[in-house]
């Protein structure tokens, strides 16, 4: 076998080991995603009925995993009943209580079977007296209560591993692949 032979051997090895790591990393980052929030993040609204979020596609409709939380300033639940799904939007109605800053805790399951979380805050800026407030209650009408160090985030954020473990095993596969291609060649030659 030739140089050039050899060459074009590594060059195929090498191309298709790219494909397949671009291949990895696509599928382990193919979360649905969130798209826009009601009220939106950082938002100031004078009066909520309900919390709605809106996904790249339809959650999937899985029994007690869907989850949605407002927590009020006082942090009590603010949420009168668990989430409705519609397509891809995920509902909750909210009854609030006084003025102050709601953090909103999500968490659905992807419509690639993986659960996917977060949160964000607005703020709710009552016209006055004319608005009464709710009580809330001191846990959440659906789902855990959250911990002192709420785990909606961090859930969030874990989901760029996946995306590195494709990568990972992307690159593992693409030495693998030159490594044979450069055995084979040097296989030949003999």
């Not at 659905?108 to 079977?113: A, I, K």
């Not at 855990?144 to 996946?162: I, M, V």
Request: hydrophobic share 45%; charged share 15%.
């Amino acid at each position: 076998m030739t140089l050039r032979h050899r060459l074009t051997a590594l060059a195929a090895s090498i191309g298709v080991g790219l494909v397949l790591a671009t291949a990895g990393a696509t599928a382990a980052s193919a979360h649905d995603t969130l798209e826009s929030t009601d009220p939106a993040k950082g938002s100031t609204v004078k009066s909520l009925s309900s919390v709605a979020l809106t996904f790249s596609a339809d959650p999937l409709g899985t029994d007690g995993a869907t989850i949605i939380q407002v927590i009020g300033p006082d942090k009590k639940y603010y949420e009168t009943a668990c989430p409705d799904l519609n397509g891809p939007v995920v509902a909750s109605p909210v009854a609030l209580g006084g003025a102050g800053t709601y953090e909103v805790l999500w968490r659905v399951v992807s419509s690639d079977g993986h659960p996917i979380s977060g949160s964000y805050t607005f703020a709710y800026a009552p016209d006055g007296a004319a608005t009464p407030a709710a009580a809330g209650s001191a846990k959440p009408v659906c789902g855990p209560a959250a911990s002192a160090t709420t785990e909606a985030p961090a859930a969030a954020a874990g989901g760029d591993t996946g995306l590195w473990i494709g990568l990972g095993i992307g690159a593992v596969v693409l030495i693998g692949v030159g490594v044979g291609a450069w055995a084979l060649a040097r296989g030949r030659k003999s």
